[in-house]
Every structure is written in C-alpha cells, then in structure tokens.
C-alpha cells in the first residue's frame, strides 16, 4: 500500500505542477483553479489515500461503480462529482452521495434530480453539459446540450426545488469543428459561460480540461479541471 501511497502522491504532485504552471502563464491565481480527481475503475482504497493526500474532490460516471465506492469513503471529507451520462433510473441512487452533478442535459433529467434531492432532503449542485459537436438533434456524441438549449436548461434548474445551478461542463468534442482545437472549445465554452452569468450570476463554474489538456481549460479560464489518468495512471479497462 506504501508504494501506491507513494505513486498517488507523486502523480498528484506532478499535476500540480502543472496547474500550477498553467495558473501562472494564463496570469491566475492558482487558488481559483481546482482539481477534480476522476476516479472511475479505480478502487475505494484509491480515494482513501487521495484524501489522505489532501484531494477533497473526487468525481465517478457510472452509479454502480460510484456507489458502493461514495458508502466506503463516507467517513471521507470529500464532494463526489458525477460526471457520466445520467440515466433517470439511477437519478435516486446518485442523488444520495453526489454533491455535484456535472452532466445535466436535458428537462426530464432536471425533473427527476430535483424529485429525488428534495426527497433526500439535499441541495444538489448541477452542471449543464454544453455539447459543442451537437448536430441537428441538439445533443453531442457523448450527451449535452446545444449552446442554443442553454438558457431554457439553466432557467429549468435554477427553479427547480433541491438543486443549485452552478454553471457549465463541456468534454473537447471529437468530431465537428473543433475537433483537435481544444482552447477554442474552452473559450467558446468561456463565452457561453459569461452569456449564463447574466442572469444566473452565482453559476459561475466551469468544468473543462482533463489529463491531456487541462493547461489549454485553464488558459481559457476553467475553474475546474477533471484529472484521472495523470494522477491515477492507465486504466486498463475504461468505463
């Protein structure tokens, strides 16, 4: 166990560096970028030791494997994000340890977070997924919304009793145009960001950057990057 202690913190420290670097060539305060650990397909006894290594945010796509993982670790001082495509049948389950959900994509979804964090008797942060390779199905090849759908989402989020909106998440598309173009998406995503704060201005996150390109999410002005490879290592099997 020592020597994945050992690995996890070095990682950690490595990707700090990095945000840390970023933070300084983009002219940031390094205080006003944090660091979201995923930790998909990685075990319970992973996310002890990152919290024991200070990381108080951790962040799941997929219910089954999050919770029994969020239970093990709730003695833990940390804020599970999900960050996967939501499906209403598992809205119950991830409302009870989620403190964020960063994949919020369309008006039934809403309904049923909201149905189920007033339920729970919790206030739920959510994220809308902007989709910046949507089509003309106004969805994105890995679920969000068009930019177009933004505001009527927000606005839906932002009356609905148990949740909170805090602001946008987007994944640099694979396809369309910006494909490759990684701080182009980030700072139309920014651009988005700003047109929301104008009538919802505490929703004020963005969720941006993960392992490869977190450096271009923070040059754009991520307030939160998602990490897991960089810090976790491969996973030999996605999910």
Same mark, same amino acid.
């Given at each position: 166990? /020592? ?10 420290? /490595? ?53 029994? /993982? ?170």
């Amino acid at each position: 166990m /020592k020597d994945r202690r050992d690995e996890l913190a070095a990682n950690l420290a /490595k990707v700090e560096e990095r945000i840390a670097a970023a933070c300084a060539a983009a002219g940031r305060d390094r205080g006003e970028v944090t660091l979201i650990v995923v930790t998909k397909t990685y075990p319970a006894s992973d996310v002890r030791i990152l919290s024991e290594l200070g990381v108080r945010h951790v962040a799941e796509n997929r219910d089954q494997d999050a919770a029994p /993982k969020a239970a093990a670790c709730s003695d833990l001082p940390l804020t599970w994000h999900f960050v996967g495509q939501l499906q209403t049948n598992k809205v119950r389950s991830v409302a009870g340890y989620a403190g964020v959900v960063q994949s919020v994509d369309r008006d039934r979804l809403v309904t049923a977070l909201s149905r189920e964090a007033v339920r729970a008797g919790r206030e739920l942060g959510c994220l809308i997924q902007v989709a910046l390779d949507a089509g003309e199905s106004g969805r994105g090849e890995r679920g969000g919304v068009a930019p177009r759908g933004i505001e009527e989402l927000a606005d839906l989020v932002a009356g609905s009793p148990g949740l909170r909106l805090d602001g946008l998440m987007t994944v640099a598309p694979l396809t369309g145009e910006y494909a490759g173009r990684q701080r182009a998406a980030f700072g139309r995503l920014m651009d988005l960001s700003t047109d929301l704060r104008r009538a919802h201005p505490a929703a004020n996150m963005v969720s941006a950057g993960m392992s490869a390109d977190l450096e271009e999410a923070v040059a754009a002005g991520a307030t939160h990057v998602r990490v897991g490879t960089a810090v976790l290592g491969v996973r030999a099997g996605l999910g």
